[in-house]
């Protein structure tokens, strides 16, 4: 996923903005080597509020693209450095706790005793840090020596209120103006005035009061008597004008808080519990990120229903008649802290057996911006659903066309996706025709502004000078290459959008039959099947057994080998024998890394491992490829993915999933390779081993029938057992156990409860 109108590549240089200033510590650095950079950073998160920081717990270097504190799309703090004496401690440890609290472990190696000794790892300092609205750090001091020790404590900070497009590298000067630091009694308050006439602050407080407050610094002169603790409390708050500041907390009450609200999220999602304590984590952790990954907002009645009006996006106020209080997922951070189109409609997609709410927020909050008129500068069209949502100083100023922006060619017809299969889960009736205006309006772009060209194919193309060239999921600037390493004139008609359109049209004949439309249902239904037809002759490549990745301006098929040909299985616009065809040659050492599958095969000439979209492994790409499988029972070839993906979590911190990284061949004894600037979390690349178990069981719910089809479950040999617990159908709560037993897994229904669910388990073929 790229920012549009971010030229630079994630991590690019930052340019800051007018009025900032350098830290006044800048002169007197801290010795010692610089900690490893991105891969090894600390994320912690509530919404649309976040830090990321380095392993000791800093931010640091000052203005660094990969660390800060960031609030809507700002970053409200830009360095915090913690010194001993003078000198950077020696970090032992550090670990965070569902994105929820990070602790560091601390010792240093220079202190200097009153008499002269100076031993060796006898202080212990703990960095506690916790996100809950606020950036709560709380340190501890604790001498181990046999005799009194005099330390001097110091916090380095500054703020820089940059854009998250300048954090990106987007070289733009804001005519904001930051004013000078307030020292208060107990800490100093950044204050900057933006363009958009929104006035920001940053406040830093400290429990006790530091006994020298300057600017861009805080000392502490600290003596403990043998075995000895001090603690200091630090708090940050984020403060933009117009939102209302959350009232703060001692540490212990906001991480007891945010704690409380995870366990509540927890029992009221779907549990999960194998033989593997392993597995188990790595899924803990995929729920604890989407939970913190949540963003409030309050969405109204579309305006073609009549609601109105305007909101202020992610956190907007109620209105209309038919308000809705939802939650949202946002896309992940560092850069992605924000609502995404097509990553929020493809996390709440494969999250719906986690907690099919989502998808319903997701859907709500995307009609009431579906868009209304033709607006180049933000690619928008009526009934084309947004690509990206931002509320930063340049967003809001019309420097970027980001409020929303709609440079997204597959948005609109996942939004379709979603939908329909929301339905198959919820039986939501009332959400259904609710969002009927928006789905009509969805299919009328798709047929009436999607096909650029009159070719019968969706197309995008770039209007406007401040968006995406490419606008599928790979929007890099090189993601879309023929095998010469020409770039694709457009407009450009992926295969996988193609595939999404034929889906979407499905889904939606089914939803008309069910609401009484049978002669529209019919032709949609027509309609599909003839793309189908007609995609099968352009895109299929007969010489390479497989399907192009898409077409260019010119017709001619990109002939190359891509993972988007998999996602074609997961729309079923193709036949078994092609499916058969697709997944064997994904399967290939080409395409096939051992962790995953790779977005572009190692044998092309614009393959590269290290690359953004042409070799890399993406876990969402991956989760989608792995359903579609399902569908065409492919699942040895299912189980490879779920098994390299699940080996490659246990390598990355909090057996997270990041959103992509480097697609070098697996060997034995390898480990997988950072992608040095992946985001983690992202919410779909967390939402993967959701869709991965989802493809595995076999889950085909019908919450409108009350029914649960469980079609040829698997498990892999490394999992004996699994347990889903209060797994949401419809009005009912279902649990579920699977045991393995040779190559096929059988079904107990162990409860239900609320209403009546009939359950079958049906063993067909496999592939």
Not at 101 to 119: C, F, H, K, N, W
Request: hydrophobic share 40%; glycine share 10%.
């Amino acid at each position: 996923m790229d920012v549009g109108g971010a030229s630079a590549a994630p991590g690019a240089p930052v340019t800051a903005g007018a009025g900032s200033a350098e830290p006044e510590a800048a002169a007197a650095a801290p010795t010692g080597s610089e900690p490893p950079r991105r891969i090894n950073n600390l994320s912690l998160l509530d919404g649309k509020t976040f830090s990321a920081t380095t392993v000791s717990g800093d931010i640091s270097p000052a203005d660094a693209g990969d660390v800060g504190l960031f609030h809507r799309d700002t970053r409200f703090l830009s360095y915090l450095e913690l010194v001993v004496d003078g000198h950077r401690t020696v970090v032992l440890s550090s670990s965070t706790q569902g994105n929820l609290y990070a602790q560091i472990e601390l010792a240093t190696s220079t202190l200097v005793l009153r008499d002269g000794g100076a031993p060796e790892n006898n202080l212990h300092v703990r960095r506690e840090q916790v996100m809950a609205g606020h950036f709560y750090e709380r340190v501890t001091a604790e001498n181990f020596n046999l005799q009194p020790v005099e330390i001097t404590l110091e916090w380095r900070f500054d703020a820089d209120f940059a854009d998250v497009f300048q954090v990106r590298g987007m070289r733009v000067r804001p005519k904001g103006r930051q004013r000078d630091p307030e020292v208060t009694a107990d800490g100093v308050i950044f204050a900057y005035d933006g363009q958009d006439g929104i006035h920001r602050r940053t406040v830093l407080r400290f429990d006790p009061p530091p006994e020298t407050a300057e600017a861009r610094r805080a000392v502490f002169h600290i003596r403990l008597n043998p075995r000895e603790r001090r603690q200091i409390l630090l708090i940050i708050t984020p403060e933009t004008e117009g939102d209302p500041v959350r009232a703060t907390a001692g540490f212990s009450a906001a991480l007891l808080d945010r704690r409380r609200q995870l366990e509540a999220f927890c029992r009221e999602s779907t549990q999960f519990e194998s033989s593997d304590d392993v597995f188990d984590a790595c899924m803990a952790t995929a729920v604890s990120d989407f939970f913190a990954l949540r963003i409030p907002f309050a969405a109204r009645a579309h305006p073609a229903m009549g609601g109105g009006g305007a909101d202020n996006g992610a956190g907007g106020g109620a209105g209309g008649n038919r308000s809705r209080e939802g939650e949202i997922i946002a896309a992940g951070i560092p850069w992605f802290a924000t609502v995404f189109g097509r990553d929020s409609l493809i996390a709440a997609y494969q999250s719906l057996l986690l907690r099919p709410q989502l998808a319903r927020a997701t859907l709500r909050f995307l009609a009431r911006w579906q868009g209304r008129k033709v607006d180049d500068w933000r690619d928008e069209q009526p009934g084309k659903i947004l690509h990206e949502f931002r509320e930063g100083e340049l967003t809001r100023s019309g420097e970027v066309p980001h409020a929303p922006y709609y440079g997204s060619v597959d948005s609109t017809p996942l939004f379709l996706i979603v939908l329909g299969e929301m339905f198959q889960w919820t039986g939501d009736r009332e959400l259904l025709e609710e969002l009927l205006p928006a789905a009509r309006a969805a299919l009328n772009w798709i047929e009436q502004y999607g096909d650029l060209d009159g070719d019968g194919f969706v197309e995008y193309q770039r209007r406007s000078p401040g968006g995406l060239d490419n606008q599928g999921w790979k929007d890099s600037h090189d993601s879309n290459l023929h095998r010469d390493g020409r770039p694709e004139p457009g407009p450009i008609a992926l295969c996988e959008v193609q595939g999404y359109c034929y889906d979407a049209r499905y889904r939606w004949s089914r939803l008309l039959r069910i609401l009484g439309d049978a002669a529209t249902a019919d032709r949609v239904r027509r309609e599909a099947t003839e793309l189908a037809h007609r995609f099968e002759r352009a895109f299929w490549l007969p010489r390479q057994g497989y399907y192009a990745m898409s077409l260019d301006g010119g017709k001619q098929p990109q002939e190359v080998i891509s993972s988007n040909a998999g996602h074609l299985l997961w729309s079923r616009i193709i036949g078994q024998d092609r499916a058969r065809q697709v997944a064997s040659r994904m399967m290939r050492t080409e395409m096939y890394t051992g962790w995953g599958v790779r977005t572009l095969a190692a044998d092309e000439p614009t393959y590269n491992p290290l690359s953004y979209h042409r070799g890399s492994v993406w876990p969402h790409d991956n989760s989608l490829i792995g359903l579609g499988l399902a569908f065409y029972e492919q699942k040895d070839a299912l189980m490879r993915i779920v098994t390299g993906l699940f080996q490659a979590a246990r390598h990355f911190r909090d057996l997270r999933l990041p959103e992509l990284f480097v697609g070098a061949q697996r060997r034995e004894f390898d480990m997988p390779v950072h992608y040095p600037v992946s985001c983690s979390p992202q919410a779909w690349a967390s939402g993967a081993m959701f869709l991965l178990l989802t493809a595995l069981l076999g889950l085909r719910p019908d919450a409108g029938k009350k029914e649960l089809r469980v079609v040829n479950p698997v498990l892999p040999e490394w999992l004996d057992w699994l347990r889903v617990r209060n797994m949401r159908i419809g009005q009912s709560l279902v649990s579920l156990e699977f045991t393995r037993r040779g190559q096929r897994a059988f079904c107990s229904v162990l409860d239900i409860q609320g209403d009546r669910l009939a359950i079958s388990v049906d063993f067909t073929k496999r592939g």
